[in-house]
């Protein structure tokens, strides 16, 4: 909690500071007139027993005045921090997408703690905007408490006690928000499951299969459920912390009798005025106030210390381990590697000629280590991978060459481990054992994110951005969003020219149903804009084509990989790129200069078509038969 108040004065002091002192001063003078009005009362009192009515008259005033300030200072200091509150949840925001995509690998996202810790996160955002208030007031009503104390000290000693009353209903508000945080955090898979279904309940992409299969009523009813089970969590978890907190209220308000009855003793055994009577009444009442006030604050935040724990726990979930090798060095062929045995699959004429791979001489080094042109290729030493915190082995001990400039085309059945294996090469994640060399550097040896920005692909399940036609195609390389020179070439050589030209808003007409008017497009349209966002890369290294063709037909795929093909050719003869294709259609797969065939994560195979269908294996047989299905 205190975490949290510090957390937000920080992020408060390094976004506005001017702001965060005026209101913290304004809400100062309102705090202090709180408890002098009860001191200006009690003297009130007195004067007007007294009859000095001038001296009456101006306590009066006094009093009004403390009032007022006690009203409106908290007013005009809200002024300043609600607009500070809004930036600071405006920066956590920023903050947790940009922790979402922190890492360069994705494996995050396969752990079921980020995932959760993001729905906690972004659900507790909503509340954020709260803390900088809470802190704020929360401070204010500490110097209060500590006024009001010592004045009711020296009115009677054993008033002195009364904040330490206010310690039972501390401690059991504690533990009631324990219980209620407790219960949200064991409800946060529910969530999820509840989130994700309404979402596949109301949204435009998956309504086709929703309405055609009728599968409203069970989506909701699942929904019904999850979401029963949470709220039945949460309420019970509410009653719970709702009579803790009571119990604790009750218990000061023992106390608070208690403090009363004891200056209303000393009235009447004549040791204490009329006048300490009222300052006491009115003083005693505030201490209720103000601890009543402070435990609400004090829940808010630790509310929002979950939040700040959890913005903790996701930035050191993505804080990387230092690598040990210095970035972009080659490592000499050959070099012992934990997991790594070093054997190629050297037996086939494709990678015989290439089964060596020396450090680089004189080449260009671009940044991050990465070459500015590739050399010899990418290869694949004994990678073994599986995706984290499960034990099954999805690529296992795989060892491939892939000169520079060649195409790689990879084939196998469902699941065979495909889409893993180009996204280890695009670095999306690790080798768990074994490595992959770029033009002899290992890739995690290399700048992520500078091996990334030189990779262009388009994968099954492309992005589809409900914004402009410009950003669909401009986030490819975010250089050229506002250059449309460079929109348009890129469209070209998608073939997506025409698609842009019939629309109203031309570049900048919106897509999709989602928010705003936009427009709708075709499964083929969307997947030509998505060709157009990788073919705007500049000097890639590396081009994957991943199944994006799965929806077409054999004459649509074979247009979209020529289309492909074309910049492919440019990337390899300019910079050596290595291009690689996935693909179930074995005639689009036919011309790649090297066909690797992967079969439960193991290759099986791999050479040209011409070598493959020569062995008579696992290649020659599918060939045949699709080859037989379109005959
Ligand atoms: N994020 C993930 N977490 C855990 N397992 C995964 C993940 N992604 C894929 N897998 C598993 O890895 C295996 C290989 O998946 P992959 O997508 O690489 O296969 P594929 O050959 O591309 O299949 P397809 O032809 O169906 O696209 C599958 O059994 C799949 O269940």
């Given at each position: 909690m205190l975490r949290a108040a510090r957390f937000f004065l920080v992020l408060g002091y390094r976004t506005d500071r001017r702001r965060l002192l005026?209101?913290?001063?304004?809400?100062?003078?309102?705090?202090?007139?709180?408890?002098?009005?009860?001191?200006?009362?009690?003297?009130?009192?007195?004067?007007?027993?007294?009859?000095?009515?001038?001296?009456?008259?101006?306590l009066g005033v006094c009093v009004a005045t403390l009032l007022i300030f006690e009203l409106m200072m908290g007013h005009f200091a809200h002024l300043y921090y609600f607009e500070l509150a809004d930036l600071q949840q405006l920066e956590l925001t920023d903050e947790v997408a940009r922790l979402a995509h922190?890492?360069?690998?994705?494996?995050?996202?396969?752990?079921?703690r980020f995932a959760e810790l993001l729905t906690l996160v972004t659900e507790g955002l909503q509340r954020v905007r709260s803390a900088l208030e809470a802190t704020l007031q929360l401070s204010g009503l500490l110097l209060q408490v500590t006024i009001t104390t010592v004045i009711l000290a020296m009115v009677e000693p054993w008033l002195l006690l009364l904040p330490l009353a206010a310690l039972p209903p501390v401690l059991l508000n504690n533990t009631a928000q324990k219980v209620l945080d407790s219960a949200r955090d064991a409800s946060a898979h529910e969530v999820q499951l509840s989130t994700h279904l309404v979402s596949l309940a109301t949204t435009g992409s998956s309504a086709k299969e929703v309405r055609l299969f009728g599968a409203q009523a069970p989506i909701v009813a699942r929904q019904r459920a999850a979401w029963s089970a949470t709220?039945?969590?949460?309420?019970?978890?509410?009653?719970?912390?709702?009579?803790?907190?009571?119990?604790?209220?009750a218990w000061f308000a023992c106390a608070y009798g208690v403090a009363v009855f004891l200056v209303v003793r000393q009235a009447v055994t004549g040791s204490a005025n009329v006048g300490q009577v009222v300052l006491v009444i009115t003083l005693a009442v505030q201490v209720s106030v103000q601890v009543s006030g402070a435990l609400a604050l004090l829940g808010t935040l630790q509310g929002v210390g979950r939040t700040v724990s959890h913005v903790e726990e996701l930035r050191a979930a993505v804080a990387r381990p230092a690598s040990a090798a210095g970035p972009g060095q080659p490592v000499p062929d050959g070099a012992a590697h934990p997991g790594a045995s070093g054997a190629l699959v050297g037996e086939d004429p494709a990678t015989a000629s290439s089964g060596t791979v020396t450090a680089p001489v004189g080449e260009p080094v671009g940044s991050g280590g990465v070459p500015a042109r590739l050399t010899r290729g990418v290869r694949f030493e004994d990678v073994t991978f599986a995706?984290?915190?499960?034990?099954?082995?999805?690529?296992?001990?795989?060892s491939l060459d892939v000169p520079a400039g060649s195409t790689l085309a990879v084939v196998g059945d469902n699941g065979a481990g495909k889409s893993t294996f180009v996204k280890l090469l695009c670095g999306l994640y690790r080798p768990t054992s074994g490595r992959i060399l770029v033009d002899g550097v290992d890739l995690r040896d290399?700048?992520?994110?500078?091996?990334?920005?030189?990779?262009?692909?388009?994968?099954?399940?492309?992005?589809?951005?409900?914004?402009?036609?410009?950003?669909?195609?401009?986030?490819?390389?975010?250089?050229?969003?506002?250059?449309?020179?460079?929109?348009?070439?890129?469209?070209?050589?998608?073939?997506?020219?025409?698609?842009?030209?019939?629309?109203?808003?031309?570049?900048?007409?919106?897509?999709?149903?989602?928010?705003?008017?936009?427009?709708?497009?075709?499964?083929?349209q969307w997947q030509t804009l998505g060709l157009g966002r990788t073919l705007l890369r500049r000097e890639p290294l590396l081009l994957v084509l991943d199944e994006p063709a799965a929806a077409l037909d054999a004459a649509a795929e074979h247009a979209l990989?020529?289309?492909?093909?074309?910049?492919a050719d440019e990337a390899g003869r300019a910079g050596g790129a290595i291009t690689c294709f996935v693909s179930h259609r074995f005639s689009t797969v036919r011309d790649a200069d090297q066909i690797v065939v992967l079969d439960a994560g193991k290759?099986?195979?791999?050479?040209?078509?011409?070598?493959?269908?020569?062995?008579g294996d696992l290649y020659a047989e599918l060939f045949g038969l699709q080859a037989g299905a379109y005959a």
């Open positions: 005026t209101a913290a001063i304004l809400m100062t003078i309102g705090y202090l007139a709180g408890p002098l009005v009860g001191v200006a009362l009690g003297a009130l009192t007195n004067a007007a027993l007294d009859q000095q009515t001038s001296l009456a008259v101006s922190g890492n360069p690998q994705i494996d995050q996202f396969d752990r079921p709220t039945a969590r949460v309420w019970s978890a509410h009653r719970r912390s709702a009579l803790l907190r009571a119990a604790g209220q995706y984290p915190d499960t034990d099954r082995v999805i690529l296992d001990g795989v290399l700048d992520d994110a500078e091996w990334q920005a030189r990779t262009a692909t388009l994968f099954q399940d492309f992005a589809r951005f409900e914004l402009t036609i410009r950003e669909n195609v401009g986030v490819g390389r975010l250089a050229s969003l506002d250059v449309d020179e460079d929109l348009w070439a890129a469209l070209d050589r998608a073939r997506g020219r025409g698609i842009v030209e019939k629309q109203a808003g031309g570049l900048d007409q919106l897509l999709g149903h989602g928010y705003g008017n936009g427009v709708g497009l075709s499964g083929g990989f020529e289309r492909f093909v074309a910049t290759v099986r195979e791999h050479g040209d078509h011409a070598a493959l269908m020569a062995r």
